[in-house]
């Protein structure tokens, strides 16, 4: 975490002044520091890079996945060697998403690239591909000529990493601290550190102070959170510029997904007209700068790690309809 992008940081709680105490760096670059808020006393810590200012322990799916697969692993020898012992091409897209979880959290990063890579097109077809690529290229095209940006919900970092690519300092967020601390470590492979600054931070309480963000992307993050409208009203306090969401929706008579969503109570985002609203909710303005429409099957399941689920939808065949909107 570069010494400038620390010293933007206010109290997650209360959004008091930090004051950190900086106990390693390298280059500016502060690895291990901590801190207290100087109003509310709430403590927060500078992790391999990574600042971390929600608390660690919160529900984590990336560190709960991970386990999981870890100890099954453990438990059964022959799935651990059909998974690791043969070659890529040999497992479906799912396994070897599987497989890059193992390497990631083995550090080998450049395995797990490589599997990530050969997953990619064989979860999501060509359609996909083509319509999320464009929009994501879109989204950067957009940023820039900010001067920073706050990506929310970053995950895996795909638009994080295209964001550093075109020149566009980025600061990656997500409530998962094992995200972030690969995504850091990822990024360092990478020779990206100098663009990308990597924060555990709930987006329903983002530790910056109002109006102080210049602009905040997204790539599908609002899709992971079951009501977005908390985190839509918090970017619209701390962001003094447009915040970009990449996502998709699905067709009105698209019955089976859209039960699917409502059972898993994810229906704000459903569609583009339900996130409209819901950013309207929020005090945002939104504009469609771009659309595309993709057919999708149902992401393949595991079949070494038997019916393990990459993605929960769709459920059914479908139309998906991608967009890029800006909330202003």
């Not at 080998?108 to 064989?122: G, V």
């Not at 102080?212 to 079951?226: C, E, K, R």
Request: hydrophobic share 50%; aromatic share 6%.
């Amino acid at each position: 975490m570069h010494k400038p992008v620390l010293d933007r940081l206010v109290c997650a709680a209360c959004r008091g002044d930090v004051n950190w105490q900086v106990a390693a760096a390298e280059a500016g670059d502060v690895l291990s520091a901590t801190a207290a808020c100087a109003s509310c006393g709430a403590t927060y810590e500078v992790r391999d890079g990574v600042a971390i200012l929600a608390p660690f322990d919160a529900q984590d799916i990336w560190r709960d996945s991970t386990r999981g697969l870890a100890d099954a692993l453990a438990a059964e020898p022959a799935t651990r060697q059909a998974l690791m012992g043969v070659p890529l091409f040999d497992l479906n897209g799912a396994d070897l998403v599987f497989r890059a979880m193992v390497h990631e959290a083995r550090g080998e990063l450049a395995a797990a690239a490589q599997a990530i890579a050969t997953a990619d097109p064989l979860l999501y077809g060509a359609e996909q591909r083509a319509c999320r690529d464009a929009l994501l290229a879109a989204c950067v095209r957009h940023c820039a000529a900010s001067d920073w940006v706050l990506d929310v919900a970053s995950g895996r970092g795909t638009l994080v990493e295209l964001l550093a690519r075109a020149g566009i300092p980025v600061v990656a967020s997500d409530l998962s601290a094992v995200a972030m601390l690969r995504l850091r470590a990822r990024m360092a492979d990478a020779g990206l550190t100098d663009m990308v600054d990597c924060l555990v931070a709930d987006a329903a309480a983002l530790p910056f102070a109002d109006a102080s963000i210049p602009a905040a992307t997204t790539y599908v993050g609002l899709q992971n959170i079951p009501d977005p409208r908390p985190a839509l009203a918090e970017l619209r306090r701390a962001c003094n510029g447009a915040f970009r969401n990449v996502g998709y929706g699905y067709p009105p008579d698209d019955a089976a997904n859209r039960a699917a969503l409502t059972d898993l109570g994810f229906t704000a985002t459903a569609d583009l007209d339900s996130l409209s609203s819901a950013a309207a909710s929020a005090g945002w303005a939104t504009a469609v700068l771009e659309e595309c429409r993709s057919r999708a099957q149902p992401t393949p399941r595991g079949e070494v790690i038997a019916g393990g689920a990459v993605d929960a939808l769709p459920v059914s065949a479908t139309t998906l309809e991608w967009y890029l909107l800006e909330a202003s």
